[in-house]
Each structure stands twice: as structure tokens, then as C-alpha cells.
């Protein structure tokens, strides 16, 4: 069986999406931070964020090196 070819097209699409739903999260859990009252779980959702901040960082360079291949190999 032959392997299905490395179709990257759309990976700048779906890391956006993926950047998107993450400025998202990052955006409610802060709306909780300032809500919660137990400082346990505001320490859980600053953690959390933290990591998803540093998944920001992870992404938005993904998304710089797709686009820089899809412009090399796409033309």
C-alpha cells in the first residue's frame, strides 16, 4: 500500500484555527481568574494559560514556516 502524499496546503488554514481557539481559551480563563475565588484554581488557570501562551509562540512560528513553504512550493 503506497503512502498518501504530504499535502500541506491547508496546514497555515488549520494552525490559524488552532491560534484562534487559543487566544480564545486565553481570553475566558482570564474572564475566570478575575472571578474565582479559590486561589488554588486561580493558580491551575494561570498555569494553564501560561502553557497556552507558550503554544502561542509554537504556533505563530509553525505558521511562519508553512507559509514560507507553501510560497516556495506552491508557486
Known amino acids: 500500500m503506497k503512502p498518501n502524499p ?3 496546503r491547508d496546514n497555515v488554514e488549520k494552525i490559524q484555527c488552532n491560534i484562534n481557539h487559543t487566544l480564545k481559551n486565553i481570553r475566558l480563563a482570564n474572564e475566570m481568574i478575575e ?3 479559590n486561589p488554588e484554581e486561580r493558580r491551575k488557570l494561570e ?3 501560561k502553557r497556552r501562551e507558550e503554544s502561542l509562540s509554537n504556533m505563530r512560528s509553525e505558521i511562519k514556516e508553512e507559509a514560507n513553504v507553501n ?3 506552491y508557486r
Open 6 to 8: 504530504d499535502d500541506r
Open 35 to 37: 472571578k474565582v475565588d
Open 47 to 49: 498555569e494553564k494559560n
Open 71 to 73: 510560497k516556495n512550493e
